[in-house]
Nanobody
Framework: QVQLVESGGGLVQPGGSLRLSCAASRSLFSIYAMGWYRQAPGKQRELVAVITSGGSINYVDSVKGRFTISRDNAKNTVYLQMNSLKPEDTAVYYC?????????WGQGTQVTVSS
């Protein structure tokens, strides 16, 4: 069992940056993978980025070169640095913890990219 708390969302202009944080209630080494997902109005939730306990990283094509997922194991926190933001990045962003056969979700944080 793990609790996840996201923060860092907000309103930003196109081309701007935000850093999302996901604080976990247990060591990241005990979690197989941590991921960031997003869900825009009227759309399905999609994977944005994932990082495994071993350090493997994957991104959805639409954010490659703009977003960076990272972790601070001492703080049990995973980050999503979002640069060069576009209006189409607007969504609620969710943190996900993946265990061998169980997943846990954070409450989500709103990211709005608009001028």
């Amino acid at each position: 069992q793990v609790q996840l708390v996201e923060s860092g969302g907000g309103l930003v202009q196109p081309g701007g940056s935000l850093r999302l944080s996901c604080a976990a209630s247990r060591s990241l080494f005990s979690i197989y993978a941590m991921g960031w997902y997003r869900q825009a109005p009227g759309k399905q939730r999609e994977l944005v980025a994932v990082i495994t306990s071993g350090g493997s990283i994957n991104y959805v094509d639409s954010v490659k070169g703009r977003f960076t997922i990272s972790r601070d194991n001492a703080k049990n926190t995973v980050y999503l640095q979002m640069n060069s933001l576009k209006p189409e990045d607007t969504a609620v962003y969710y943190c996900k913890a993946q265990f061998s056969a169980t997943v846990y979700w954070g409450q989500g944080t709103q990211v709005t990219v608009s001028s």
